[in-house]
């Protein structure tokens, strides 16, 4: 799983957790390195202090000697009376002496000879340990997986003329201090698990706290719709970047309820301008015929015509008729404009359809309803005017030459409320499902296209919705669908 795909709470966890355990490791690195670092100063500084010691045991031994010191006599003065392995054993340090070419002359351990000490020494150390101002020589070697600390320097007569080399090979015993560093280490770890435990808690609360405010935030951004009235966020003590994101998105809320309002009020002028043209338009549509058939009359009027009555009564079934056009236009625009009441009132849903299908009083309207009784919160009136327009659009889409059939049909589904009313009319092409709940929309010859409009405004304005499906050719089913409360 990526680390960008996790919850910013989750990897404040994780990162602090990880922090910890990196700051361990790191230390208990560094702890390693430095004690190594301390072991080996350690052994070089004892080996140089023993070397010092045995230096001037050596030079005690030279000057008591009745040995003439010279480079010859340097075996016998160190064998006389075993004077080497006293030195040795007083220092606890094997002790090898070589003349100036690098020839082995004496050694206070035998059998050291044989397995661990070089005859001859080699040409780099004779030639490094002559041209080093100190006169001392220092190599690191290991032999049979012991690890040796070697020194090379003179041994010199009263004149400071060199007489031999001294050799001290330095066994680096790290028994000692690996133990103390192992004890050390136990201890730091029981430290560190105590510490991690700690960290934890701590990266988990503090975490917690970190993103609270932020969660409060999306939250109520995931809240935040242009339809409707978004809250503010308040928030408690919080950073001061998290301030900064809370009155940025505070004046964001302000700027888009002053940017929907703006819009909602352009839309509705939009629309009422829309419709105001529709309406002219409508309305001019039967003025037209009205005034030529007024025009006609008063040219072709003739007191005296036998026919006089018959045109008089013709005139004025056309104007009738055009007038009803009007009044049906007039009608349809008022009932589109005047939104539904929120007025809920109990009542039997089965029987207010039952009035509402009384109206049309038609053979051919079948009405099957399931219950005799089905209560729910609703308008009487709205929910006429639902059904009466569903009915009337199911009737206009049945065309001339076939027997008209239309069922509506009452029951519910869970706790809705369905009303079905489904026709065997022409049915809804394809291009015009997503236009049949749009204002003005109509296959019709006459009428404005604002029934089934009127009719989704009503519905969802009770929390409700309206759906259909079609067939071409073969009949449409509406399908009302509204809570009981």
């Known amino acids: 799983m990526k680390l960008s795909k996790l919850s910013l709470r989750t990897r404040i966890f994780i990162s602090m957790t990880v922090l910890i355990l990196l700051a361990s490791i790191l230390i208990a690195a560094v702890t390693i390195y430095q004690y190594k670092e301390e072991a080996e100063e350690y052994h070089q500084e004892r080996l140089e202090r023993k070397e010092e010691r045995i230096k001037i045991t050596i030079n005690n031994v030279l000057k008591s000697t009745t040995y003439p010191v010279t480079e010859e006599n340097v075996i016998s003065i160190f064998r006389h009376k075993g004077r080497i392995y006293q030195i040795s054993e007083e220092h606890s340090l094997p002790i090898n002496i070589y003349d100036l070419s690098g020839q082995l002359l004496i050694t206070s351990e035998g059998s050291f000879v044989d397995n661990m000490v070089d005859k001859k020494l080699t040409s780099v150390v004779i030639d490094t340990l002559a041209s080093l101002y100190n006169k001392r020589y220092l190599v690191k070697s290991e032999k049979n997986g012991d690890k040796f600390l070697t020194s090379y320097t003179y041994i010199s007569d009263s004149r400071a003329r060199p007489l031999a080399v001294l050799n001290l090979p330095y066994l680096e015993d790290d028994d000692l201090i690996t133990r103390e560093l192992l004890e050390f280490l136990q201890r730091l770890g029981q430290v560190y698990l105590l510490m991690l435990f700690i960290a934890i808690l701590l990266a988990y609360f503090l975490s917690k706290y970190i993103t609270r405010s932020l969660k409060t935030i999306s939250e109520t951004i995931d809240q935040t719709r242009l339809d409707k009235r978004n809250k503010r966020i308040t928030i408690g003590d919080a950073s001061e970047e998290i301030y900064s994101l809370v009155n940025a998105y505070n004046s964001m809320i302000d700027e888009l309820e002053q940017s929907a309002a703006m819009l909602a009020k352009s839309e509705r002028e939009a629309a009422w301008r829309e419709m105001a043209k529709q309406v002219a338009h409508e309305i001019k549509n039967p003025l037209t015929p009205m005034r030529l058939t007024v025009q006609s009359f008063q040219r072709k009027f003739d007191p005296n015509d036998d026919n006089i009555f018959q045109k008089v009564q013709e005139y004025s079934d056309t104007l009738i008729q055009q007038i009803d056009t009007m009044s049906s236009i007039a009608s349809a625009f008022s009932n589109f ?149």
Request: no cysteine; proline share 4%.
């Open 337 to 485: 404009a005047q939104m539904p009441a929120q007025k809920s009132e109990t009542l039997d849903v089965v029987k207010i359809v039952g009035l509402a299908l009384d109206i049309f009083n038609e053979d051919y309207i079948i009405f099957p309803s399931e219950k005799e009784e089905i209560i729910a919160k609703f308008d009487r009136t709205q929910l006429i005017r639902v059904v009466t327009n569903l009915v009337k659009n199911g009737i206009q889409a049945i065309p001339e030459g076939r027997t008209p059939k239309i069922i509506v049909d009452v029951f519910t589904e869970n706790d809705n409320v369905v009303i079905t009313v489904a026709d065997n009319g022409v049915g809804i092409s394809e291009e015009n499902t997503k236009k049949v709940f749009e204002p003005k929309f109509t296959t019709k010859t006459s009428g404005m296209g604002l029934g089934l409009a009127m009719v989704k405004n009503i519905v969802e304005t009770y929390k409700g919705n309206i759906t259909f499906t079609s067939q071409e050719e073969k009949g449409t089913i509406f399908k009302v669908r509204f809570p009981k409360e």
